[in-house]
């Protein structure tokens, strides 16, 4: 795989919440489907105990879901992260295909989900878990929508009662950092309740033009609105990677593989 590059954006978590007494990181990974920056993610480790972050943030299609699904390297990367950092987990739509798939396509994801809960990954599939961090609560989501809504030329659009259904109800007091692999429905993830969400899913565009940006989406939709980057909606915001590998489409030109680092202050 050729380097990816490291993108950071600062997060102020705003009023209405209690702030962090000290600044931290949180690193997220999205799309890395299965892909190895050197022996055994060597590279990647590396710069992500270079950062240190306070945990690590997964917003899905670590593997890929082929006829021979691909996923000892994202298991073995896994492994080593959890050795020292919290890594909270959610579903993409390559793990979700998995799960509704085969039966030996079932028993392989559930294989792959065993595996890395054994590693202390915590796995949210449409769950959540609290924490606090330098004393600010926070809650984790992991929202796993059906496959309809990641339909090619037209997909379902979720509203925030849909989430609602599938997550509950956010505790307002907690900071809600919303793990939606599809950055697509971020009105409807800003409506539910989050207060930041990460996505990743739309691979940065796969072609980046100068000024217009990403060229296509995964689901063959032209300069998609959320294709990478820090976007806000009154105060919530979105936060979508250009991942870290490809799959059906290896191709990136002017989009390199990107680890996206969060400083929260």
């Known amino acids: 795989m050729p380097d990816f590059k490291v993108t950071k954006y600062r997060i102020r978590v705003g009023e209405g919440h209690r702030e962090p007494d000290a600044p931290f990181s949180a690193v997220l990974l999205a799309d890395l489907h299965n892909a190895s920056y050197g022996n055994n993610n060597e590279r990647l480790l590396a710069e992500i105990r270079n950062i240190n972050p306070a945990l690590v943030l997964v917003a899905g299609d670590m593997i890929?879901?082929?006829?021979?699904?691909?996923?000892?390297?994202?298991?073995?990367?896994?492994?080593?992260?959890?050795?020292?950092?919290p890594v909270y987990?959610?579903?993409?739509?390559?793990?979700?295909?998995?799960?509704?798939?085969?039966?030996?396509?079932?028993?392989?994801?559930?294989?792959?989900?065993?595996?890395?809960?054994?590693?202390?990954?915590?796995?949210?599939?449409?769950?959540?878990?609290?924490?606090?961090?330098?004393?600010?609560?926070?809650?984790?989501?992991?929202?796993?929508?059906?496959?309809?809504?990641?339909?090619?030329?037209?997909?379902?659009?979720?509203?925030?009662?849909?989430?609602?259904?599938?997550?509950?109800?956010p505790d307002t007091a907690d900071y809600q950092i919303l793990l939606a692999h599809n950055p697509c429905h971020f009105e409807a993830y800003t409506a539910w309740g989050a207060d930041l969400t990460l996505s990743g899913h739309l691979h940065g565009g796969i072609i980046r033009l100068p000024l217009l940006g990403g060229l296509v989406s995964p689901q063959c939709r032209l300069f998609p609105k959320y294709d990478r980057g820090l976007f806000s909606e009154g105060d919530a915001k979105l936060v979508v990677s250009a991942g870290l590998g490809s799959h059906s489409i290896p191709l990136r030109i002017n989009n390199p593989p990107e680890l996206v680092v969060l400083d929260f202050v």
Request: glycine letters at 4%; charged letters at 25%; proline letters at 4%.
């Open 64 to 85: 890929t879901s082929a006829k021979e699904p691909q996923m000892d390297a994202a298991i073995a990367l896994m492994n080593e992260l959890t050795r020292k950092y």
């Open 89 to 169: 987990y959610a579903n993409g739509n390559h793990e979700s295909r998995l799960k509704e798939k085969s039966e030996e396509q079932q028993e392989t994801y559930e294989k792959y989900a065993s595996a890395i809960r054994s590693y202390g990954v915590h796995l949210l599939e449409n769950t959540c878990e609290t924490l606090e961090i330098h004393h600010m609560p926070i809650c984790v989501w992991g929202l796993e929508l059906p496959l309809e809504y990641y339909g090619h030329f037209h997909s379902a659009q979720p509203t925030a009662q849909i989430i609602d259904e599938l997550l509950g109800k």
